[in-house]
């Protein structure tokens, strides 16, 4: 049930690029990607529904694959306030379970 | 708009009591609410999906008898840890879904870290 993500951990200098995927096993509804900072609750970003959107806000953009079942979140020009874990949820549809991904640790370093 | 608290926000007991964290969504109605549990580095797990009138489903490997879930209204949910065990320190965080159709977005509580000692 729970998605997959890749890579569970990535280390970047300011400024640098990152992409991070996320894999399920289920037909999706919706995709929502999440920061969390150590100890406190997820953070919103941002949420993909069915149809192959592809969403963003400043330097932080997302893709939803559903024939693929996956999404991408892209982070560009990272500072160092992106640092954190990401993690996808998944819903397959607005009225199932919500599940996490495995989550991925993001460091961004001066 | 669409504030989720949790209470309490920390909690230390003893091996052998029972804990209640309360969920609230604030300034929503919530059909549906989550329970999530978090051990430390690790993602969050989904315990149950509590809704309002009705018995809470469990996630396969949770135990119903342990976790109870009570969810009497829209806008509140509870978390019963019983007889906690040391093994049941975690964070633990609810999310709320709103009642609008087609709103499949989280609100989530700043959860509530539990110790059992």
Known sequence: ?110 | GAVVSQHPSRVICKSGTSVKIECRSLDFQATTMFWYRQFPKQSLMLMATSNEGSKATYEQGVEKDKFLINHASLTLSTLTVTSAHPEDSSFYICSARGRRRGDTRQYFGPGTRLTVT
């Open chain 1, 1 to 110: 049930q729970q998605p997959v993500q890749s890579p569970q951990a990535v280390i970047l200098r300011e400024g640098e690029d990152a992409v991070i995927n996320c894999s399920s096993s289920k037909a999706l509804y919706s995709v929502h990607w999440y920061r969390q900072k150590h100890g406190e609750a997820p953070v919103f970003l941002m949420i993909l529904l069915k149809g192959g959107e592809q969403k963003g806000h400043e330097k932080i953009s997302a893709s939803f694959n559903e024939k693929k079942q996956q999404s991408s979140l892209y982070l560009t020009a990272s500072q160092l306030s992106y640092s954190g874990t990401y993690f996808c949820g998944t819903a397959a549809n607005t009225g199932n379970q919500f599940y996490f991904g495995t989550g991925t640790s993001l460091t961004v370093i001066p």
